[in-house]
């Protein structure tokens, strides 16, 4: 799994609380769909069980997973940011429980509570920055410059 701190676990108590009155819990069966690739992001998920499998379409190789997440991370990002459309796709590993979010219902919660937007935001900017450098991590072991051993 990709994040050393979870999506609900960096949200203050109180934040936490008031964030998950607007989810709905959902489940998706294994290797369900959840969303694809450039497609509209109208919704977002925090696992609450189970895995998700973040993957993009490599011309001449198909879907290629460069992720995956558990319990208390987020999936999906983009509908933090016009236009609102996937960067990735994702699918279930297994049976996944999640807290199902409507993006637009939340960004008109962040304009109504700017303090919980702040938080909400801050904690989504954490997991993509932990994200982005496990990516880095991964793309130098598959792509660096290989030390060689002297006899």
């Known amino acids: 799994m990709s994040s050393t701190v979870t999506m ?7 934040h936490r609380r008031v964030f998950l009155e607007h989810a709905k819990r959902v489940s998706f069966p294994q ?16 696992v609450e069980s189970g895995a ?5 379409d490599v011309p001449g ?13 987020l999936v999906g990002w983009s509908w933090l940011f016009p236009p ?8 279930a590993l297994g049976t996944v429980g999640a807290y199902e979010f409507v993006a637009a219902e939340v960004r008109e919660l962040f304009k109504d509570d700017p303090v919980l937007g702040q938080a ?17 991590t991964r793309m130098v072991d598959l792509y660096g410059p290989r030390l060689q051993e002297h006899s």
């Open 120 to 136: 909400v935001v801050l904690a989504a900017a954490q997991t993509i920055a932990q994200r982005l450098g496990a990516a880095r």
């Open 31 to 46: 290797n369900w769909r959840i969303f694809d690739e450039g497609r509209f992001a109208d919704r977002f998920w925090v």
């Open 61 to 73: 190789r198909g879907p290629v997973s460069v992720d995956t997440l558990g319990p208390g991370e």
């Open 84 to 91: 609102y459309r996937w960067q990735l796709a994702a699918h």
């Open 8 to 14: 609900l676990d960096s949200l203050p108590l109180h």
């Open 52 to 56: 998700v499998s973040l993957d993009m």
